[in-house]
């Protein structure tokens, strides 16, 4: 198998995922218990310690199952406070302002690389969480933003594509060309792009034959009047609501992430793309920022879902790729979500994807692009 | 201590608005001086500021592209006001001086703005939306097309901006015209005016210092209106607030929001100077 | 005919104002999640909205925010309506200046501007810093208030006192206070709505540990209108209107009760 490393790097701005129906079934659920899920084979590790408390998870939103936080509590004491961002910039806008307090967050890989060298994270232990170490697939450690693990764990992994209304749309988009055309041709005003400059920019130059990380000035002017033609074609710049508005067919076309493209697509009829041409591949890590009042418990948590029993029933909800081992997630892990390459992309998928490593310089190309863009 | 006599109440010491004055400059100037301070500086790297004094934040926002959102911005301020002064001064006038049980109707518009900013902004987007009752009604009579939708539009902007700023109109219009004399209005028609001269010449110049606060309490902040935008308008436009907040949210580039924080504090100062100039010459020479 | 145009169009505005608010009560009763549909009529989401520990917890911050906030604006919006009338003009034209500039500086210039101070300064963000900056617009509100009602009160009462050898404490606290009292409850009534409703300003310093309630709010709504949010809306209106109701009885009782003293001889 190729050497994955280098995809495993990933930049994007990924805001949260949908629903009404996860914030009231967050509220619903937080009352009920969780129904035994069958831990058979596997190594299934008990968490005993007791230790009371309170873990403050600062998250995205919809990112948890929420009948993983009561049974989390029912197995460590330990009382769960959440708060929600819904991009990594508002998560290191909050850090960086002062913020302090929580245990636990959950960024892409890219803010980890940015929060560790801002002095903004605590060192993760290891020793105390044992289940990840035993339970961890390899690929994901020594992760080229954290090359020594010092300061994060995988959480999940993902992509950057769109998903479409195979109902609605009478073509078969296959590539970011095939979207841009039908976006800016019958399906106009029915399309939707995530609000993050690198998904988007990102994905505009990969359609054009150039680097998702392109910091070429020539490069990225021609990424710029592709997506100026787009504008007045687009229903919402949106990273939250699209997901609701591709189910209510509002939208048709939708540029996002795969575990929203899989969500579609477990209500109406839909299929989640990775573009012909490439994408973005990222990967969200646990991190335990600087300030936080209850290390232990975060460690915790992350050792908590480390059992791939546990695991399983994230991923069930998330439709986000797992790091843990495949073969000990197979027994416990519903077979359709276990097969169903939107979640779990096939590896001749990511090849062809880059992850996000775009420098300051990058960085500021793409805002002044990005303001044009939505000043259009 | 307290004297005696002259217009404006008993006379209290000027020290008495020290403790006012203190919290001012503690948490008002004071932000805004780190402000002015970040806004000549620079971003280093991902997140480090360097405070060495360099106005090139400022060389980088005069362009024509951020010279169009500003100007967007204040299309968008004035539209706000004019609007607003069009839907209430009529209301306000009604209020003022036909309407019985005042306080109540007064109440009655604010009791809408109880419930939170959010909440009523997005129920416009469900009242807006091509699904809901309205438009489908009125696809039915067809009155509207098939494809016709307001949602995320320019349009719903504009809808929601003048639902949201309409009491700050009102109320100072309305407090304006309740102390209006309208027998004056009457003895002025009795004396031959017709109707929308004595509005000219007796209602207007009385209700004016109202009118003026009005547009101020609307204008101003709707420059810095950011949330409407991404609310109702899909985060389609740009505004000078929707700027700053991506630059401290999105591109994590302080010290050019801070930049563009300057330029609106600066043209709103130099507004409420001048307003404030205008009305201490008018309680100095009588209104 | 005039008169009967400006009635019509009265109406027509408050059914403006009054569209949104009849969606949210509407879909607070809605038995269904989808807020598109009407799926019979239901309580069940103000039982959630009270027992999620998510909404009551920043509705007690919000509260607690907005109560000491109101007490501190009030406190020093009414100094400054006290003292300004008569200052030098010199110094009235800045402190004027600021009064206005505190309360139509846009909330996304001052709530990053206050962020950036708070850091700098090393003040943990939190309730506190909440508080302080909300009562930075809420004590010009006050202020505007008061003076507003101050300068137009007259003094014949108050020299009347001092005619009578009172002190000018003693006649502030006997003579002006209860005339100013109205005006100093009207704007702690608008500076507890103004902080209780903040958004922005709140959203960039509140730090980890505070959520108040717009905030809580902007987070569900990001995702979709809430029906849980929405009974959590009208439960707040509810209480709200029954605040004022009960304020505006209480006072014209203690109106009607000075009224009547004031016709006593003597005075």
Redesign the interface.
């Known amino acids: 198998m190729p050497d994955q490393r280098s995809i495993w790097e990933r930049t994007y ?1 990924r805001k ?9 079934a ?3 659920a ?2 009920s218990d969780d129904d035994g899920d069958s831990a058979a084979g596997g190594t299934t590790t008990e968490t005993t310690k007791e230790l009371g408390g309170t873990l ?1 998870y ?1 998250n995205w ?2 990112y948890v199952n929420p009948k993983t936080y009561p049974a989390f509590t029912t197995a460590t004491g330990v009382k769960i ?4 961002f ?2 990594n ?2 998560l ?3 850090l ?7 245990d636990l967050a959950a960024p892409t890989g890219y803010m980890v690389k ?1 929060l560790a ?2 002095d903004l994270l605590e060192p993760i232990d290891w020793a105390k969480i044992p289940n990840a170490t035993k339970n961890i697939d390899p690929k994901f450690k020594g992760l080229p933003f954290d090359p020594n693990d010092e300061w994060s764990v995988a959480k999940d992994w993902g992509t950057t594509g769109f998903v479409y209304r195979t109902d609605l749309v009478k073509e078969k988009p296959v590539s970011w060309r095939d979207f841009y055309d039908l976006a800016t041709g019958p399906y106009s ?1 029915k399309v939707t792009v995530l ?1 993050g ?1 690198p998904e988007v920019i990102g994905s505009t130059l990969v359609m054009l034959g150039h680097s998702y990380n392109s910091e070429d000035e020539s490069e990225l002017e021609q990424a710029k009047q592709e997506m100026l033609k787009l ?1 007045p074609h ?5 990273s ?2 699209y997901k ?1 508005m591709a189910i ?1 067919g ?1 939208a048709v076309l939708s540029l996002g992430w795969n575990g929203d493209g899989a969500a579609v697509a477990a209500k109406k009829p839909a299929e989640y793309i990775v573009a012909e041409e490439g994408g973005e591949f990222w990967v969200d890590s646990y991190v335990i920022p600087t ?1 936080s009042k209850n290390p232990d418990a975060a460690h915790a948590w992350i050792d908590y879902v480390y059992d791939p029993a546990h695991n399983a029933v994230e991923t069930e909800f998330t439709y986000y790729g797992s790091p843990v081992k495949r073969d000990l997630l197979k027994p416990v892990i519903d077979p359709e979500v276990f097969n169903n390459t939107d979640v779990f992309p096939e590896p001749s998928t990511i090849e062809k994807l880059e992850a996000n490593a775009i420098s ?1 310089k990058g ?2 190309l793409r ?2 692009i ?3 863009f ?2 259009a | 201590m307290a004297g005696r006599s002259g217009v404006g109440g008993p006379r209290y010491p000027a020290w008495l608005a020290l403790p006012g004055a203190a919290w001012y400059a503690l948490f008002f100037l004071g932000p805004l001086g780190i402000m002015a301070v970040f806004s000549v500086s620079r971003r280093e790297g991902y997140t480090d500021v360097v405070y060495d004094f360099s106005l090139e934040n400022f060389r980088y926002l005069w362009d024509p592209l951020y010279g169009d959102v500003f100007l967007r911005t204040f299309g968008l301020a004035t539209f706000g006001t004019a609007a607003t002064l069009l839907v209430g001064f009529p209301f306000a006038y009604y209020l003022a001086r036909y309407a019985r049980r005042k306080t109540l109707l007064l109440l009655l518009v604010i009791v809408p703005f109880w419930t939170s900013f959010l909440i009523r902004t997005y129920s416009w987007l469900i009242i807006l939306s091509p699904d809901f009752v309205l438009f489908r009604f009125l696809r039915d009579i067809g009155v509207t097309g098939e494809d016709f939708s307001l949602i995320y539009t320019r349009e719903a902007i504009y809808i929601g901006v003048v639902y949201n700023y309409l009491p700050l109109m009102v109320l100072p219009l309305y407090a304006a015209l309740e102390r209006m004399d309208w027998t004056l209005v009457d003895a002025a028609q009795d004396l031959g005016d017709r109707p929308l001269t004595a509005f000219r010449r007796v209602t207007l110049p009385l209700v004016l210092p109202g009118l003026i606060v009005g547009c101020l309490l609307v204008f101003i902040p709707l420059t810095g209106e950011y949330l409407i935008p991404v609310i109702l308008g899909g985060d389609l436009t740009v505004f000078a607030g929707n700027l700053i907040a991506q630059q401290f949210l999105t591109a994590r580039d302080w010290p050019f929001g801070a930049a563009i924080a300057m330029v609106v504090i600066g043209a709103m100062t130099v507004m409420i100077l001048a307003f404030t100039r205008l009305a201490a010459r008018e309680e100095q020479y009588g209104g | 005919m005039g008169r009967r145009l400006l009635g019509g169009w009265a109406v027509l505005v408050y059914v403006f104002l009054y569209a949104p608010i009849a969606v949210v009560v509407v879909f607070a009763f809605n038995g269904g999640r989808q807020v598109l549909n009407w799926e019979g009529f239901s309580t069940k989401w103000f039982g959630e909205a009270l027992r999620d520990p998510t909404i009551t917890e920043p509705f007690r911050n919000s509260l607690i925010i907005a109560s000491g906030n109101a007490v501190a604006a009030a406190a020093l919006g009414t100094l400054l309506a006290l003292a300004l009338p008569r200052m030098p003009r010199l110094l009235r034209t800045p402190l004027d200046a600021l009064v206005y500039m505190t309360l139509v500086t846009p909330e996304i210039v001052f709530g990053i501007s206050a962020l950036i101070f708070f850091v700098q300064i090393g003040i943990p963000l939190g309730m506190k810093t909440v508080l302080v900056s909300h009562v930075v617009f809420n004590a010009s509100v006050v202020a505007l208030i008061v003076r507003a009602r101050f300068v137009g009160m007259g003094q014949s009462l108050e020299e009347a006192s001092y005619d009578l050898g009172a002190g000018p404490v003693s006649t502030f606290r006997q003579v002006t206070l209860p005339r100013l009292a109205p005006a100093i409850l009207a704007g702690s009534l608008l500076a507890f709505t103004f902080s209780f409703d903040d958004f922005i300003t709140s959203f960039f310093v509140s730090g980890a540990g505070t959520t108040t309630l717009p905030i809580r709010i902007f987070s569900a709504l990001r995702f979709g209108v809430s029906p849980v949010i929405n009974a959590t809306a009208v439960m707040i209106l509810g209480l709200t209107v029954a605040a004022i109701v009960l304020a505006y009885l209480v006072l014209r009782r203690t109106d009607q009760a000075r009224r009547r003293a004031a016709v006593v001889p003597g005075l």
Request: positive net charge; proline residues 2%.
């Open positions: 701005n949260g995922f949908v629903a009404i129906s996860a914030l009231t967050l509220t619903a937080c009352g403050h600062y939103a919809d406070k959440k708060d929600f819904v991009s910039e508002d290191q806008a909050k960086q302002g002062g913020a302090r307090g929580y940015i060298e801002a005003k609000d400059a504008k687009l229903l919402a710049i949106t939250t609501e609701q209510a509002r300030g300051p960085t500021k805002d002044r990005w303001t044009e939505k000043a």
